[in-house]
């Protein structure tokens, strides 16, 4: 069976509205329509963020010890999009993904805003550090997952990106940045993974 249902995650700051989110709603309903599409916004609190998620995909249809469901996610949703393909045994794509949100965090404690709108503002919380830490993985089925990591990413080290997906695809970008501007470049061998319904 082919992916028939993707869920995207966002990253911190980020929203449905990020120029890679969009991308992938806009690739879908032109060329993919049948696929369900969820790009949540997420709330600042991850345990709140994987709760509503789940209660999402929970009703996605499954077969024993397959998912017809995928999910894809950018840095901070990287992290998440690990934590939900290991509970749903699915296929994931990390987008330079967040390895250890709980520490780098930690430094954002406070007011913040959105990238795409600044005057969304929200709160990052002292508790949403553990809430972080909670959701982190110990192991990894690597076999479900591909990587996307720039070494020219200016947020997150690339060296812990590859170790932490160490016998997952790798495809591994000179240059580029955390947003990866030249996503359209990388797209085929995403769309070639997920495997999408036509």
């Known amino acids: 069976m082919r992916t028939t249902h993707l869920l995207y995650l966002h990253g911190f700051r980020s929203s449905p509205q990020s120029i890679k989110a969009r991308k992938m709603a806009a690739l879908l309903a032109s060329d993919y329509p049948k696929v369900r599409w969820f790009c949540p916004q997420l ?3 991850p345990r709140q963020a994987m709760a509503e998620v789940m209660a999402t995909v929970a009703s996605w249809p499954a077969s024993p010890g397959f998912q017809s469901m995928a999910v894809v996610g950018s840095s901070l949703g990287g992290f ?7 509970q749903m045994h699915c296929k994931a794509v990390l ?3 967040a390895v250890d949100p709980a520490r780098d965090l930690s430094r954002h404690i406070g007011e913040q805003t959105s990238w795409q709108n600044p005057d969304e503002k929200f709160f990052f919380l002292p508790e949403y550090v553990q809430q972080l830490r909670e959701l982190s993985c110990t192991s990894i089925e690597a076999s479900n997952y591909l990587a996307v990591v720039a070494k020219g990413d200016e947020v997150l080290d ?3 990106m590859r170790t932490r997906y160490a016998g997952a695809q790798l495809r591994l970008i000179d240059g580029s940045d955390h947003g990866l501007s030249d996503f359209d470049e990388h797209l085929p061998a995403i769309l070639d993974f997920l ?4």
Request: net charge negative; charged share 20%.
């Open 80 to 86: 998440y999009a690990t934590w939900v393909a290991e």
């Open 195 to 198: 495997d999408l319904a036509a």
């Open 43 to 45: 709330p600042a609190s």
């Open 158 to 160: 690339w060296r812990e």
């Open 95 to 97: 987008l330079n993904p």
